[in-house]
């Protein structure tokens, strides 16, 4: 307003500047500031820390995926829902075949925001960490991956491939070099428990 009445020379430094010292000014204008996020340390070995999330398919089925955040390892199972009683068997089977981690990243959304799979959780010892409500950028590399293997078994589906495509492509992903000189997903899964069972195995020669 004051811009069609007068004018001045440095006039827009000189409200902008009355305006920051003017606390009636300040209380009244609405901030937009987002609180900061709240970074997690690396993880520093295999299967230590997790990320899952859910995929929905054109059938009306569900993909359950879970990562490994050190090595971008991928555990996925299709499930017919989202609800605790379905997921939580799943997670048993995960759980049951390589272990069970310390720590699970997820978003907000069910089961993941319920008492049942939050007491789930708690009874197997692992820490649940919800990525920052309404910025799905904090999990955004388990939903780029999500986004990449709905459209590959969505093109399976049309080509009545499904259980082929499925072996050909985690085969694929799980031994996927990110870069040049860093191991794949499945190499670093299986190289520390085999160091581990050979180490194991020497000391016990050794001491026989």
Request: charged residues 25%.
């Amino acid at each position: 307003m004051l811009r069609e009445k007068v004018w001045f020379k440095n006039m827009h430094t000189a409200v902008e500047q009355a305006v920051k010292n003017f606390f009636v000014c300040q209380v009244a204008t609405p901030t937009t500031t987002r609180e900061p996020l709240q970074m997690s340390d690396l993880p520093q070995e295999p299967w230590s820390k997790l990320s899952a999330d859910f995929g929905h398919l054109t059938d009306g089925t569900y993909l359950l995926i879970v990562k490994d955040e050190y090595s971008h390892f991928v555990v996925v199972d299709t499930i017919k829902s989202t609800s605790t009683r379905a997921v939580i068997p799943r997670f048993d089977k995960i759980f049951a075949e390589f272990g069970i981690q310390d720590e699970l990243k997820t978003d907000n959304g069910p089961p993941f925001d319920g008492i049942d799979f939050k007491t789930y959780l708690k009874r197997m010892g692992i820490k649940h960490r919800k990525i920052t409500p309404r910025w799905p950028q904090a999990n955004a590399e388990t939903e780029r991956f999500m986004r990449t293997i709905k459209k590959t078994i969505k093109a399976a589906q049309v080509e009545h491939e499904l259980e082929a495509r499925n072996v050909q492509i985690f085969t694929s992903i799980q031994n996927h070099k990110a870069f040049k000189y860093w191991p794949s997903p499945s190499k670093c899964i299986v190289q520390p428990y085999c160091e581990e069972q050979s180490t194991c195995s020497t000391n016990s020669n050794r001491a026989n």
